[in-house]
């Protein structure tokens, strides 16, 4: 008995002996910062003075009730995340489903859709904006399209779309990556006895691949909602926020607010309200999208 407890006290030394180092790293880098995060939230700080002052609530009272550009800007990431959802997944998907098939160049295409996602997106932000700016001019004088004249960062609605184009044309390739592997671990047998049942390709698209390619599209939805929600990067090197400020994210009215406007203690309240709604939104999400890869 002595040697049973014995044995089990130093297992429960070692195991916290070997976890201990991983402990205080996440600590550091995740729980002590996010305690500061809450506290700095509640003062108002420059990022210089030594001595914070405490306002308690008033910084979130300030940007609930009187902060237009958060407010225009939450609805930037809004409208910004449902339709990059919706269309970055519904392409992948029917990508996926056209390279999967037995093609000469499948190798290759997939190495080219993959290509962009491993670039950084302020690199490519910086590309297109050379491509809207110069490019299309050129491509305008050789072809005539009117379409190419357009001012595509220059105008609020065509600045938007060129970001959201810009953004999928980026990531698509991680998302098509995901779909080809659910693809190929569809049974091949139910697709068989489906044809065998006289199902047509759509039948058996939606009755039987669909379903199970539940598990990638919870995985794809979550990525792609998340990504979505704290979109900046894109915005800073492709239109600067502009024209007009109408191209703001949550994320990018942040950084403004802090590095650019030294109200550090009213960013970090900003930034905790994004932390906030992207745990509610990714919970809420997971849970919809795991009950259905059950019932499906």
């Known amino acids: 008995m002595l040697k049973t407890l014995g044995r089990k006290w130093r297992e429960k030394m070692e195991f916290g002996i070997f976890t201990l180092p991983v402990l205080i790293c996440i600590a550091v880098a995740f729980y002590i910062p996010f305690a ?28 609930f009730m009187g902060d237009t550009n958060f407010a225009d800007s939450a609805w930037f990431t809004i409208k910004y995340a449902v339709l990059y959802i919706i269309l970055v997944n519904m392409l992948a998907i029917l ?3 056209v390279l999967d098939m037995k093609l000469r160049t499948t190798s290759w295409l997939r190495a080219a ?14 590309i ?12 305008s004088a050789s072809t005539g399209w009117g379409m190419f004249d357009l001012s595509w960062l220059g105008t609020p609605g065509l600045a938007f779309i060129s970001i959201l184009a810009v953004s999928i044309w980026q990531s698509i390739g991680f998302y098509l990556v995901i779909y080809i ?21 759509f039948r058996k ?17 979550f990525m792609a909602l998340t990504n979505s929600i ?8 492709l239109t600067g926020g502009g024209p007009g400020g109408t191209t703001y994210s949550v994320a990018y009215d942040i950084y403004r607010d802090t590095f650019q406007n030294n109200l550090y203690g009213y960013g970090t309240a900003k930034a905790l309200i994004l932390f906030l709604a992207v745990l509610v939104v990714t919970i809420i999400q997971l849970s919809i999208f795991k009950r259905r890869e059950v019932e499906a």
Request: charged content about 15%.
């Open 36 to 63: 500061m995060t809450i506290r700095y939230s509640m003062t108002k700080w420059n990022g210089i003075s030594k001595n914070p002052v405490f306002v308690g609530f008033d910084n979130f009272k300030q940007i």
């Open 95 to 97: 990508l996926a489903i």
């Open 113 to 126: 859709f993959f290509v962009p996602y491993i670039l950084s997106l302020v690199i490519v932000g910086f």
């Open 128 to 139: 297109w904006k050379f491509i809207f700016m110069q490019g299309f001019s050129s491509l």
């Open 181 to 201: 592997a659910g693809l190929q671990s569809v049974p091949e047998d139910l697709k068989e006895a489906a044809t065998v049942d006289g199902a047509g390709p």
């Open 205 to 221: 698209f939606f009755s039987i691949t669909l379903p199970l390619l539940a598990p990638s599209i919870t995985i794809s939805v």
């Open 230 to 237: 704290k979109v900046f990067d894109v915005i800073l090197s």
